[in-house]
């Protein structure tokens, strides 16, 4: 679909708000560019996938931003029932639905004569890791991949992260209940995506990423968490993905963030090798913090340059 015409300049960098289809409903993103982009040259582009729960106006839109400002065409956008894209259930975390939405996402950047269409990329951070790499072996026309402090768990580290066999099983008849709920009545339930004093937030502690306005807070993030979605999101596995992975690939990681053995056996798994580099920092760190947000996305530009083979204009020319 063509891109809406509200657009927002910025000194280097300019904003387009746009709208595609994903399976009957309608995504919105931000595409991020270049402000001067005269060449007319074929431009390598990105899609850009945050965390969990979250909409494109939080570390999606800041990679993507950081991204155009080194040439890149870089989209941000929210899934399906997330932030103003349509589609229900609301703020649920159903990983097939998100998987979908990024090939929709590679499609519309493709219908844009300005991309080189060999010269596309899928960055994911946190969760956006994980869809991300089941999307990139499922769709042929990525060619790179990139993943910034992915979430990459399986079976074992479910269990390690939320508390063993026996708390995993009681979420997931939670969630069983909730689905039926929803399918039998339409009502959704929800509990808070974040919080410091509710122990049935999905995320229950001090993460002040998310709760400070100066950081993740942002108003169009509306902090819940669809109890069905523990179904799809502890049942997922990104790691499997690996030995279908056949693009270039880099993960940035740090042994302080989230799972790193999950990244040790996901890198292990790919047919070709990865390059890992591993930086310090916490997980929140690398979702709008310094140095962590400038070395990954000086790392993840070396790999999309190496991987696209090709220069591309910088922002200074």
């Known amino acids: 679909m063509e891109a809406d ?3 927002e300049e910025t000194p280097m960098v300019r904003r387009a708000r746009v ?9 919105v993103g931000t595409l991020y560019q270049l402000a001067q982009t005269e060449d007319g040259e074929p431009r390598p582009a990105v899609v850009v996938a945050g965390s969990w729960t979250t909409v494109k106006e939080q570390m999606a839109g800041l990679y993507a931003e950081r991204l155009a400002r080194l040439g890149y065409l870089a989209l941000a956008f929210d899934f399906t029932g997330h932030g103003e894209s349509t589609g229900h259930p609301r703020d649920t975390e159903l990983v097939g639905r998100k998987v979908g939405d990024m090939s929709s996402a590679v499609s519309h950047l493709l219908e844009n004569p300005m991309v080189d269409p ?7 951070v946190c969760a956006g890791g994980g869809y991300a790499a089941v999307a990139a072996a499922n769709d042929p026309r990525v060619r790179s991949l990139a993943l910034v402090a992915p ?4 079976a074992s580290l479910v269990h390690q992260v939320y508390g063993g066999q026996d708390a995993v099983r009681r979420k997931l008849d939670e969630a069983a209940l909730a ?3 929803y399918a039998r009545t339409g009502t959704v339930r929800y509990v808070k995506a974040v919080s410091e004093t ?5 995320m229950y502690g001090p993460y002040d990423y998310y709760l400070s306005p100066e950081r993740g807070g942002v108003p169009e ?3 819940r968490f669809a109890v069905m979605g523990w179904w799809d999101w502890l049942t997922f596995s990104p790691i ?3 030995p279908r992975i056949d693009v270039p690939t880099i993960v940035v990681h740090s042994e302080q963030a989230a799972l790193p053995d999950g990244v040790r056996r996901f890198a292990t798994l790919l047919p070709t090798a990865a390059r890992v580099l591993w930086l310090e920092g916490t997980q929140f760190d690398f979702y709008d913090q310094e140095p962590q947000v400038g070395s990954a996305v000086e790392a993840v530009d070396a790999h999309f340059r190496h991987s696209f083979d090709r220069v591309r204009p910088t922002a200074g020319g």
Do not use: K, M, Y
Request: net charge negative; glycine share 8%.
């Open 118 to 124: 060999e010269s596309v990329g899928l960055l994911g």
């Open 5 to 7: 015409r509200r657009i």
């Open 19 to 27: 709208t595609f289809e994903s399976e009957g409903e309608q995504l």
């Open 151 to 154: 979430w990459l768990h399986d």
């Open 221 to 223: 993030w509306p902090n």
């Open 179 to 181: 689905r039926e709920e």
């Open 240 to 242: 499997p993905s690996a």
């Open 198 to 202: 509710d122990p049935e937030a999905a």
